[in-house]
């Protein structure tokens, strides 16, 4: 039995179609069951949360391996998640962390990860370690703008990243979970074309047929605003402005071919994506 924490987000969601298709029994560990409609029936629902540790018990029991994503800030989710692991007898971790945690020295958004994997570690259950980079479902944070102004804001100017389709990042996560001879192993995982926002907007705007304007951010403030248009406590508000500097330092663009190794493919391409997400941006000109 694969338990799969984060179910209802943009990789649990891939991730427990990806294991249903191999058929893998898995079971989502979810706050609110309403949120898994339209998930695989076959995947049993359980209700829990990695922030109440007494409710994670019966939801690990009879679990054999564990795809592990917090998200936020600390480490308290990670080290419920893995007591309650060590409690069931799980054999097999799959920890999604960051591409972050392999640069010197250590953003602050990267010593959150670090420090769960050190905690991972510690446990002795063997685990897999997922290090993705930017995700591209990330444009969809732009929409808030798009909406106001017809227009994104722009961070990092000429840095550039390879971003990845949470699709490849759960077609690993499922190789690993259900193939023998990833443990122990750490995998960095990014799409094989890089951009600046520039260009990224520039494909929206070429799939949806309208123009998008790019503005340069000046404030932070409005940094924040480009990754959280609700905004963020200030600890995560800190972390990411340090991190979009850290991407505007990179002009060539860190990329790996992990993906098309594991997976005897190449990645998605971000066209793919925005034509599959063609109509999340269509209907901001209506909004």
Known sequence: MIL??????????????????????????VRDPARAAGLPDRSERVVGDLGEPSTLASAFAGVDKLFLLTQGIGTDYTAAA???AEAAGVSHIVHLSSLHVTLEPLPAMARWHHEREEIIRASAIPATFLRPGGFMTNALDWLPTIREGNHVLDPVGPGRYAPIDPADIAAVAALVLTEAGHQNKEYVLTGD???????????????????????????PEEAVRFRFPDGAPQALAD?????????RAD?????????ER?????????????????????RTETA
């Open 4 to 29: 799969v924490t984060g179910a209802t987000g943009n990789i649990g969601r891939e991730l427990t179609r990806e294991l249903d298709g191999k058929g893998a029994k898995s079971r989502l560990l």
């Open 82 to 84: 893995i007591t309650a």
């Open 193 to 219: 074309e890089t951009f600046t926002i520039t260009e990224q907007v520039r494909v929206i705007s070429e799939t949806v047929g309208r123009d998008i304007e790019v503005r340069e951010v000046t404030t």
């Open 239 to 247: 972390a990411l402005i340090e991190g979009l500097n850290v991407m």
């Open 251 to 259: 002009t060539v663009g860190f990329r790996t071919d992990t993906v």
């Open 262 to 282: 594991l997976l005897g493919r190449r990645p998605r391409t971000f066209a793919d994506w925005c034509a599959r997400n063609a109509d999340s941006f269509r």
